[in-house]
């Protein structure tokens, strides 16, 4: 019925593995979203030691040595700059969202490509400049994000392949 609809409406088929790729890609971005909920929560019921756990604890910023500032100013300028890293990476979450939607029931390339650079970036950026530089703890919760990518960003082009106008 599916193959029906596609041939009245001249749209191209999404192979399975866009499909997949694209449900890896959502994952991606229901993670980061919840990455900025969590921030925006953390924003406003916690003090600026509560912002600096989410993004803290690696080799080179343990938990335990991490001296919150007294300087009212700074905890204020500390606490937006958390606040703003948080929310971008819920904004990523949802364009991650919003770009696996169209992989998957429109099969873009375009799409796709936006996810590859652009989410790349995102993604790229925080595991080496905050994962690997010892900054964030490399555990499950912080790796998943990129490992996801990565096999979204695999899949999505065998599935994109395939499209052909029946």
């Keep these: 019925m599916d193959d029906n609809k596609n041939l009245i409406n001249n749209q191209p088929t999404v192979g399975k593995m866009a499909k997949a790729g ?3 890609l959502a994952l ?3 993670l980061h979203v919840w990455v900025g909920y969590e921030g925006i929560h953390r924003y406003l019921t916690m003090d600026i030691g509560g912002l600096w ?3 803290a604890g690696g080799s080179n910023a343990p938990h335990n040595l991490i001296q919150v500032t007294n300087d009212a100013i700074t905890a204020n300028l500390q606490k937006h700059l958390l606040l703003n890293f948080c ?3 819920g904004g990523f979450g949802v364009l991650g969202l ?3 939607w169209v992989i998957y029931n429109r099969g873009s390339w375009i799409a796709y490509f936006i996810a590859l650079i652009a989410i790349g970036i995102c993604d790229l950026s925080f595991t080496f400049s905050l994962v690997t530089s010892g900054i964030i703890e490399p555990n499950i919760p ?3 994000g990129p490992i996801i990518w990565v ?3 695999g899949l999505i082009p065998f599935g994109l392949s395939s499209l052909t106008k029946k």
């Design 22 to 24: 694209a449900l890896f």
């Design 28 to 30: 991606w971005g229901i």
């Design 53 to 55: 756990d989410m993004v």
């Design 87 to 89: 929310m971008d990476v």
């Design 98 to 100: 919003i770009l696996a």
């Design 142 to 144: 912080t790796i998943s």
């Design 151 to 153: 096999i979204a960003m």
